[in-house]
């Protein structure tokens, strides 16, 4: 399924160019066992409630998903990015936005933002190496109080702190939190370069 701009709305008069308002929506239902490959150059996606894969492109709008159990990789170039239930691998990155993901149950995620915070709550140890980055906020990852992971977090413009014990590697200065979470596991990093990290319990 695609969508382009008919000839018919293309026109100008002289050196005046006219470009009438052209807005389109799409609600497509598909089977629950679905994968999907999605791309815009213009609005947000919204994916819910498949078992599939999914690939999501856009550059301008947010995304969302919903309960996938497939791996999700989605990208955006100027919004948010929001997560909920989501089971499998999480790819996903954005220019200019937030990123929240709720309740992950996936193996890993890897989340990057240029311009905002990132939260991730994790409804269960981490399988594989995981990191959530961002340029321009704050980044908050909350475990379960059984989650062993081998933690890494830095940033250049707060302070880095956990709520579980954490075996401490290596000097540290408020700024970095090295060390391993119930003897240690899949690394989590942790970076930021403007805002705190925090490592809540669950």
């Known amino acids: 399924i695609s969508a382009k701009e008919p000839s018919s709305l293309r026109g100008g008069l002289g050196w005046v160019w006219t470009r009438p308002g052209l807005d389109a929506n799409y609600e497509i239902t598909v ?11 213009g609005g947000g996606i919204t994916v819910a409630a498949v078992q599939g894969g999914v690939n999501v ?21 100027g919004g948010s990015i929001h ?81 579980l014990p954490v075996q401490v590697e290596g000097a540290t200065d408020g700024s970095k939190l090295r060390g391993k979470i119930n003897g240690g596991g899949p690394s989590l990093k942790l970076e930021t370069m403007g805002g705190s990290i925090r490592v809540l319990k669950r």
């Open 57 to 77: 492109h856009t550059a301008g709008g947010s995304l969302h998903f919903d309960d996938v159990e497939g791996n999700v990789d989605g990208q955006t170039q």
């Open 83 to 163: 997560a909920a239930g989501c089971k499998g691998q999480l790819l996903i990155k954005t220019s200019g936005g937030g990123i929240t993901i709720e309740a992950f149950a996936g193996p890993y995620v890897q989340a990057n933002t240029m311009g905002g915070s990132v939260s991730a709550d994790f409804a269960a140890s981490p399988k594989a190496d995981c990191v959530l980055s961002t340029l321009g906020g704050s980044v908050t990852a909350r475990l379960p109080a059984t989650a062993a992971v081998t933690l890494d977090a830095h940033t250049m413009g707060g302070g880095a702190k956990s709520d």
């Open 31 to 41: 089977p629950r066992k679905f994968d999907l490959r999605l791309k815009t150059a």
